[in-house]
């Protein structure tokens, strides 16, 4: 199992682009969320879904928006791209029902507004 | 979700047991405590949670004490490769929604491995 993988790892824009990473997941799980963690700092929820066609607002949903089309994708959207963005993303999923409640952690996207 | 305190650091040699410390005083009945572990800045790994019973798996021992405010995770025998930020976190096991699952980071403690 490939578990979870984000695209791209690296990626550089500029203040005003738009962009969209990537999170897929091959486990099945239910639920996938967004994480963004700033230097030194612990990882914050951005948006979170529990299924297909479900999303929620997290801690710090300003600036992104979700959708879950499928159960494997949760892409990020950046709508316009500020300074303060500039951050490692991260994508999680965990099991859903009675199953196990354990979150499974992509391995990042280092994000870099100038 | 209750709030935690660990350490900012420790350093632990390698092959000795590492003890980390966390107090979450205010912790509700139906809260769990989970443990991850961020390598390198790489995604967070899960450990081990538990509720009120110590938990024993392949990675580590959770010990939480009688009145559940705070709690060990102990790795037995300490690697280099157990370097990471570890993080304390509670929430409920499992809710009626996610929304109730979410995991709330604080800044955890960083574990250095001697040789």
Known sequence: ?114 | DAKTTQPTSMDCAEGRAANLPCNHSTISGNEYVYWYRQIHSQGPQYIIHGLKNNETNEMASLIITEDRKSSTLILPHATLRDTAVYYCIVRVGRGTNFGNEKLTFGTGTRLTIIP
């Open chain 1, 1 to 114: 199992n490939a578990g979870v993988t984000q695209t791209p790892k690296f990626q550089v824009l500029k203040t005003g682009q738009s962009m969209t990473l990537q999170c897929a997941q091959d486990m099945n799980h239910e639920y996938m969320s967004w994480y963004r963690q700033d230097p030194g700092m612990g990882l914050r929820l951005i948006h979170y879904s529990v299924g297909a066609g479900i999303t929620d607002q997290g801690e710090v949903p300003n600036g992104y928006n979700v959708s879950r089309s499928t159960t494997e994708d949760f892409p990020l959207r950046l709508l316009s791209a500020a300074p303060s963005q500039t951050s490692v993303y991260f994508c999680a999923s965990t099991e859903g029902g009675t199953g196990r409640t354990e979150a499974f952690f992509g391995q990042g996207t280092r994000l870099t507004v100038v």
